[in-house]
């Protein structure tokens, strides 16, 4: 399996300030045929299910703000938030759906600092 | 707009098979590949596997050989069962679209004890 290791695994920003998470992969998801990288972001909030955020490592999925940004390669990425807002708060996932079995990073918790 | 909703029992006992159905509303399941995953209470997201609407499976291995995913498109359905289930497998259960999981259902809690 492609084991997915997400730092940090929480996160204090403050109100309009830059958040950034990261994540590497075991092994690369990155697909040379079509050179795409297998890789999404995800955002959930208590009591409800995951939200796709981003796709193909740096596609913003419709209807995702455009402060939300992926970005990365290979074996390492990164989710950037340009300006905190309150509603950002959450547990962010990446996960690879290259291997064999399509795994999801640890989580790492968002919060306002 | 697409909409998944999970549907089955809440109890399952320890030994049997816990069986969930996910039904899609305002579109067709005949396209699109449809997966399961699972939450257990406070932890993090374990793919359980897909299925695609050529019928075709993928499981994750630690579980495949108690997996089941199988497709009613008359129905416009899709369904899991997990067999010799345990207290591990007690879990918020949810079904969702494609392999970058884009439509997710609200999830369902199954909780395994006798």
């Known amino acids: 399996d492609i084991v997915m290791t997400q730092s940090p695994d929480s996160l204090a920003v403050s109100l309009g300030e830059r958040a950034t998470i990261n994540c590497k992969s075991s092994q690369t998801v990155l697909l040379s045929s079509n050179n795409k990288n297998y890789l999404a972001w995800y955002q959930q909030k208590p009591g409800q299910p995951p939200k796709l955020l981003i796709y193909?490592?740096?596609t913003r999925e419709s209807g995702v703000p455009d402060r939300f940004s992926g970005s990365g390669s290979g074996t390492d990425f990164t989710l950037t938030i340009s300006s905190l807002q309150a509603e950002d708060v959450a547990v962010y996932y990446c996960?690879?759906?290259?291997?064999?079995?399509?795994?999801f990073g640890q989580g790492t918790k968002l919060e306002i600092k | 707009q697409v909409q998944l909703q999970e549907s089955g029992p809440g109890l399952v006992k320890p030994s049997e098979t816990l069986s969930l159905t996910c039904t899609v509303s305002g579109g067709s399941i005949s396209t699109y590949y449809w997966s399961w995953i699972r939450q257990p209470p406070g932890k993090g997201l374990e793919w359980i596997g897909y299925?695609?609407?050529?019928?075709?499976?993928k499981y994750n291995p630690s579980l495949k050989s108690r997996v089941t995913i199988s497709l009613d498109t008359s129905k416009n359905q899709f369904s899991l069962e997990l067999s010799s289930v345990t207290a591990a497998d007690t879990a918020v259960y949810y079904c969702a679209r494609n392999l970058e999981l884009d439509c997710w259902g609200q999830g369902t809690l199954v909780t395994v004890s006798s």
């Open positions: 193909w490592a740096s």
């Open positions: 299925i695609y609407y050529s019928g075709s499976t």
């Open positions: 996960q690879q759906y290259f291997g064999t079995s399509y795994t």
